[in-house]
């Protein structure tokens, strides 16, 4: 595995495969690696001949009162596990070299609508922070196929319509969200939860299949369900940004139109913010309301 720090030793590096046809895949990560990350790695690896990773923590996307000073830095540990994966290239970049001229005057990218709602109502400028640096990271890597998790649904919506909108000659590829044994989402922030929040925290899954076997079940009073999911995140210590039932493509809401639905939470667990989806794909051969699970 090669290691480049630099936008031109990166894309040096990749010039070789490039004129030898390789087909390129990228994982673009903030570091502190998961198996969620590394499933995101070995599917990678399954569609292209070379495998890319960064490891690049965006200050762009953080807010003034967020965890940027504390998010887990472990390069060492992410470097091995990637070398074990079989990694080609590595690329992690400091500030500079992502932001020359700092942050106030870089040039941003925005998707209206979906990077307004949801996450993006309580994080305000944060899916900025996030099209802006992965459209600097495409641009810089320069891709055939980009892989990202299903988790973060929103932002993959978000960079799904980006990539389409500004004619980015780049598949973009969701990888199914790794969890735990007991339903919790593999996430960076885990380790931030105390051994009795780490009990608590799978209580957001199962709330998210409760409300999905209702749905397929036939129950369509999407408000009463949303009410009744945040009510008993409440109960369990959770303090819920939101519990929404949405269009999967829109993330607007669910109407006769829509074909995929996507149940979606995010709950602050003490300090540590949580997030997790569940969705439902129509049944064609239904009526509507009557949805079958995904």
């Known amino acids: 595995m090669r290691t480049c720090t630099?936008?031109?030793s990166i894309q040096s590096a990749l010039l070789k495969a490039r004129q030898s046809r390789q087909t390129i895949a990228f994982v673009p990560t903030m570091g502190n690696l998961h198996d969620g990350h590394l499933d995101l790695v070995r599917k990678a690896h399954t569609l292209c001949d070379i495998v890319v990773v960064s490891i690049f923590v965006n200050p762009l996307q953080f807010g003034a009162n967020e965890d940027l000073d504390t998010y887990p830095r472990t390069m060492a540990a992410d470097k091995e596990k990637l070398f074990q994966e079989g990694v080609h290239f590595l690329y992690t970049p400091d500030v500079v070299e992502i932001y020359p001229e700092g942050l106030a005057t870089q040039t941003q990218v925005q998707v209206p609508e979906l990077s307004e709602t949801l996450c993006g109502s309580n994080r305000p400028g944060h899916f900025?922070?996030?099209?802006?640096v992965v459209a600097k990271l495409f641009n810089i890597v320069r891709p055939d196929i980009a892989i990202f998790g299903e988790k973060d649904f929103q932002q993959l919506s978000i960079i799904c319509k980006m990539v389409q909108d500004l004619c980015m000659p780049i598949k973009i590829v969701g990888a199914a969200t790794a969890r735990d044994?007991?339903?919790?989402?593999?996430?960076?922030?885990?380790?931030f939860l105390t051994p009795d929040q780490r009990h608590i925290a799978p209580i957001m899954h199962q709330t998210l299949m409760t409300c999905r076997e209702a749905i397929a079940c036939g129950f369509d009073n999407?408000?009463?369900l949303e009410s009744h999911?945040?009510?008993?995140?409440?109960q369990a210590g959770f303090e819920p940004d939101y519990f929404a039932i949405r269009d999967a493509q829109t993330l607007q809401?669910?109407?006769e139109e829509t074909e995929e639905v996507a149940i979606l939470a995010a709950a602050r667990?003490?300090?540590t913010?949580?997030?997790?989806?569940?969705?439902?794909?129509?049944d064609p051969a239904s009526d509507w309301g009557i949805l079958a699970a995904r």
Do not use: C, Y
Request: glycine content about 6%; overall charge positive; charged content about 20%.
């Open 6 to 8: 630099t936008n031109t």
């Open 128 to 132: 900025n922070g996030v099209t802006t």
């Open 181 to 191: 044994e007991d339903g919790l989402a593999k996430s960076s922030r885990n380790s």
């Open 222 to 224: 999407f408000l009463q």
């Open 229 to 234: 999911a945040r009510m008993k995140l409440l």
């Open 253 to 255: 809401s669910v109407t």
């Open 269 to 271: 667990l003490g300090s």
């Open 273 to 282: 913010r949580l997030i997790d989806n569940v969705r439902l794909s129509l």
